[in-house]
């Protein structure tokens, strides 16, 4: 009934790297002239800084495989799905973005305005040309599918064209991911676009909402949770290896298929019965029917019906974007909080 949005296979590109041109160039200019005196040698620094990086450059990054070296700053950015975009719009770099694609669920509303101000070039995944057309310096993506081999987007096309990519580091599958790579993720990008100190604020904010909600449900008996993404022979939910198992924890819960080694995966309607969740989690995005169409399919399978969250309606709703390392996470353990002791927020 409900396919839901494929999680590709995870992608890791040929390393390679930018030779550091500008500091190549200080570094001759500063050999040849060594010998001319403390004016000339004070004309190579004036020159190397006139041709060379911005201050806290060059910056390297190792990310999924894949080495940078950025010489300054990326000045036009086309992000692939919804969740880099709103790390962007959160560091205040609305005026970097050229271009977005595939929203998949409703923007933060603070985000709002700004996200519907920036071109969409595509409703899913764009072609590599309509990149291309957007004449980025720098592509952001979100899922592994942003950068599908077999859709003429590989990381190695990118950068035969001259454009450096980065891929949200929940999909370099060497983990567990938690909110510490959400964290990791916002100072990266902070190192990346020359705005170290916004992504410190930030993830002091985002540090605090979590501590909030967290400390408001501390001492609770912790619930138990199944994640309902999509599917109707068998259930797409989140394992152990999710963030959405760690938002859980963190807001009092725990997930009844934390012990599935996977980030996504298939279990059986036979197993959500066995494991008798308290509460359903249903994840909110474009393409996956309607969440009371989801609710409804819940609510209508006799074999779920003695299933306590079934039984008493227990439904929290969270959008797939929350779910996902981005700004968004910090928010959803309120939410998920609330959902699961709302009688600690009364």
Not at 126 to 139: C, K, Q, R, W
Not at 180 to 198: K, P
Not at 309 to 338: I, Q
Request: with cysteine; hydrophobic share 40%; charged share 25%.
């Amino acid at each position: 009934m409900f396919d839901g949005m494929s999680r590709p296979p995870l992608f890791t590109p040929a390393r390679r790297s930018h030779a550091l041109r500008a500091a190549a160039v200080a570094l001759a200019l500063s050999a040849v002239l060594s010998t001319a005196g403390c004016g000339a040698s004070q004309k190579t620094g004036q020159d190397a800084a006139a041709a060379g990086s911005p201050a806290g450059f060059p910056v390297t990054v190792d990310n999924c495989g894949v080495r940078t070296t950025y010489e300054k700053p990326p000045s036009r950015v086309v992000t692939i799905h919804q969740h880099p975009a709103e790390l962007m719009l959160s560091l205040g770099l609305k005026d970097r973005v050229v271009g977005t694609a595939f929203p998949d669920s409703a923007v933060l509303p603070r985000l709002r305005k700004d996200y519907e101000s920036i071109p969409e070039l595509a409703e899913k995944e764009p072609s590599f040309e309509t990149v291309l057309e957007a004449e980025p310096d720098f592509v952001y993506g979100g899922y592994g599918s942003a950068f599908a081999e077999n859709e003429g987007r590989s990381r190695t096309a990118f950068a035969d064209s001259g454009i450096d990519t980065h891929l949200n580091r929940e999909y370099c599958g060497e983990k567990r991911v938690t909110m510490q790579d959400t964290y990791a993720e916002v100072r990266t990008l902070g190192r990346i676009f020359g705005v170290s100190g916004r992504a410190d604020e930030l993830v002091s904010d985002l540090r605090a909402r979590v501590a909030r909600a967290a400390s408001t449900v501390e001492g609770e008996p912790k619930v138990s949770v199944f994640v309902y993404d999509s599917g109707d022979k068998a259930a797409f939910t989140a394992g152990g290896k999710s963030l959405g198992t760690e938002l859980i924890r963190l807001a009092g819960g725990r997930n009844v298929f934390a012990d599935l080694d996977d980030v996504f995966g298939d279990v059986s309607w036979e197993q959500v019965v066995e494991r008798k969740p308290d509460v359903i989690a249903i994840y909110d995005y474009a393409g996956a029917g309607s969440i009371e169409q989801k609710k409804e399919f819940l609510l209508s399978q006799p074999a779920l019906r003695d299933v306590p969250a079934v039984r008493n309606k227990r439904f929290v709703v969270l959008p797939l974007t929350a779910t996902l390392v981005g700004v968004r996470s910090a928010y959803a353990v309120e939410d998920l909080a609330r959902g699961l002791h709302p009688e600690s927020f009364e």
